[in-house]
């Protein structure tokens, strides 16, 4: 049977926690690096669609939607392996993280697309403004989460073991790379030291966050 293939940019940080997680788990993959701005044309023709990250099932289904395919992923080829904590309160911490770290991606691609895809005359600096504000507030909600929790986060023996704590440094050099006068590493030092122990293990340094990004519109 073929090999499940991941489609995407690891500059996007929903690709890049698919294919780290993946990796953590055990779990074999092709990634092909098919950006959705850059080499739309040839996205569309593997998923109409165009949404980053898609995953092609050994029969050739499409799936999308990171949290989805990470769902799928541990119910059908892990073999019960898992990068949650079982106990439900622990679990609902997890929740937690994971939920900010979603929020920062968020805001940091949205802050992208109004800064590169929208011409200059068009954009919206309250709304640019407010978008900043909320992802300043995702990684101040974030730091407090690594700050009572970051031992539990944390790679153990040198392998990101929960998906809290990938997220939350993918989310970082994420924001970091896309809104560095938000992202301090002064303001945000438990996440910041966090996100160095993840960067440093063998299945991020196997994903790094290279692309294209989101071009500028073509003058």
Same mark, same amino acid.
């Given at each position: 049977?073929?090999?499940?293939?991941?489609?995407?940019?690891?500059?996007?940080? #929903?690709?890049?926690?698919?294919?780290?997680?993946?990796?953590?788990?055990?779990?074999?993959?092709?990634?092909?690096?098919?950006?959705?701005?850059?080499?739309?044309?040839?996205? $569309?023709?593997?998923?109409?669609?165009?949404?980053?990250?898609?995953?092609?099932?050994?029969?050739?289904?499409?799936?999308?939607?990171?949290?989805?395919?990470?769902?799928?992923?541990?119910?059908?080829?892990?073999?019960?392996?898992?990068?949650?904590?079982?106990?439900?309160?622990?679990? $609902?911490?997890?929740?937690?993280?994971?939920?900010?770290?979603?929020?920062?991606?968020?805001?940091?691609?949205?802050?992208?697309?109004?800064?590169?895809?929208?011409?200059?005359?068009?954009?919206?600096?309250?709304?640019?403004?407010?978008?900043?504000?909320?992802?300043?507030?995702?990684?101040?909600?974030?730091?407090?989460?690594?700050?009572?929790?970051?031992?539990?986060?944390?790679?153990?023996?040198?392998?990101?073991?929960? $998906?809290?704590?990938?997220?939350?440094?993918?989310?970082?050099?994420?924001?970091?790379?896309?809104?560095?006068?938000?992202?301090?590493?002064?303001? #945000?030092?438990?996440?910041?030291?966090?996100?160095? $122990?993840?960067?440093?293990?063998?299945?991020?340094?196997?994903?790094?966050?290279?692309?294209?990004?989101?071009?500028?519109?073509?003058?």
């Amino acid at each position: 049977m073929p090999a499940m293939r991941l489609i995407g940019m690891l500059d996007s940080p #929903y690709v890049r926690r698919v294919a780290i997680s993946m990796r953590c788990l055990g779990v074999p993959f092709e990634h092909e690096a098919v950006s959705v701005v850059s080499t739309f044309e040839q996205f $569309q023709r593997i998923n109409p669609v165009v949404k980053a990250p898609t995953l092609i099932c050994a029969d050739g289904e499409v799936l999308m939607d990171s949290s989805l395919i990470l769902q799928f992923i541990e119910a059908a080829h892990t073999g019960g392996r898992a990068l949650w904590p079982s106990d439900p309160a622990e679990l $609902q911490h997890d929740f937690r993280a994971l939920s900010l770290a979603l929020a920062a991606c968020e805001k940091g691609v949205q802050s992208i697309y109004e800064r590169n895809l929208r011409p200059a005359d068009k954009q919206h600096a309250p709304w640019l403004a407010r978008v900043r504000g909320q992802l300043a507030a995702a990684l101040a909600g974030l730091e407090h989460e690594v700050v009572q929790r970051g031992a539990a986060l944390a790679p153990r023996d040198g392998v990101p073991a929960r $998906q809290a704590g990938i997220t939350a440094a993918v989310a970082w050099q994420f924001v970091g790379a896309v809104e560095p006068d938000v992202a301090h590493a002064q303001a #945000y030092p438990a996440l910041a030291a966090l996100a160095a $122990q993840m960067e440093a293990t063998e299945a991020f340094q196997s994903f790094p966050p290279v692309g294209p990004g989101v071009s500028p519109p073509a003058a």
